[in-house]
């Protein structure tokens, strides 16, 4: 009997998915429980398994393709089976063919042939698509502008790379790839017509003038989730904004002893676990914090599950260090570095990145003093993490340079008050000031 191949719900907040390799064609014996293909949801890349034993008669979404969970995207049956009513009347199945990677305005081709340049503007060469890597439609090669520009720094001829991403696109880590394999190309030149660059400490991007005034570049789904999910946090919820200002004297002083403890075992934690470690326990001395806005009823957690927000090539995701309150500070750490490394690689399993009860956004490392993060609803709050930096003190009549650190609260005003809020980072900035209230 005939079974029909559904774009599954993959993760817990996924309404479509796309297509990024079949790993089974039309025509091969397929039984139940084989991996089918591999999916990208909002979050991660999830494995489509078999749910029948046959033959895989069609495929009809493409590699590349999108469909929205539930749509029919293939076909197992018999080798002789009719199946013409299941393939014309898959209904709202998308087209098989896979979207274009990009779509560029017309415009007339240079002269000598160059082609379009790349959206972030740097010039390209001439070039001919190898064998290596398929060129889109309009003979261009299809890669992210992350790609592009990595490999440009690196030296990189795309036509000499292979892309993994949906329809061959280059993506990141196809150029790491590839330099790890030491593929050598002859020197980038200039756009014809183009001043080169004054030189330099470091080469500069050469503005392209003859090519395309820009790249539309497709939303992957990890994107369309965050649009539409910062669309129903920064409208609907009404966010108000605390901050407070911490010595980090104390903190700087007992990452160094621990860190000198791991020596020998070659692990080292960062301030960020000491920050998520400090939230936690913060957190079970105020629960009122620790609350999902649930539309006519607010949830109270008993449980401390702290989401770290990562940023990843397509946008962001939190991965979720759970009971982080009993967790040790090395602990905390291995686990950060092993879930971000699972994140960037897009192979979290969902229960992974779902369940924070509350979440830290940390841009201290890129030279951000203060800026203010958007909640992850239902999350009635997350906190904004600085970077540290010397500043000028008056400590008894002396002046003194301290490390100093801001960290900004957003509250989702529905369920956490301003002075409720206040408690909170009033009690992390104890610990934080102090490392040794954490133990207490």
Known sequence: MATKVHMEALSPTMEEGQVVKWLKGEGDAVASGDVLAEIETDKATMELVARGDGVLRAVLVQEGGTAAVGDVIGVIAGADEDIGALVGGAGGAPSSEAPAATTEPAAAEPAGGAGPAPSDGRAQPATTPSAAQPASGNGRIKA???????????????????????????????????????????????????APTMPGPAPQPVMALDGPEWEDVPLTQMRKTIARRLTESIGPVPHFFLNIHVDMTRLVEARQRVNAMLENSGEKVSINDFLIKATAIALTRHPSCNVHW????????????????????????????????VKGVAQIGREVKELAGRAREKRLLPDEYTGATFSISNLGMFGIHEFTAVINPPEGAIVAIGGIEDVPVLVDGELRAQPRMTITMSCDHRVIDGVTGSRFLQTLKAMLEEPVAMMV
């Open 144 to 194: 992210s502008p992350l790609a592009r520009r990595l490999a440009e720094e690196a030296g990189l001829d795309l036509a000499q790379v292979s892309g993994s991403g949906p329809g061959g696109r280059i993506v990141k880590k196809d150029i790491e790839t590839a330099v790890a394999a030491g593929v050598a190309t002859p020197p980038l030149a200039a756009a014809p017509g183009v």
């Open 294 to 325: 649930g539309g006519d009823f607010i949830r109270m957690h008993n449980r401390v599950h702290i989401g770290v927000a990562v940023a990843v090539d397509e946008g962001l995701i939190t991965p979720v260090i759970r009971d982080a309150n």
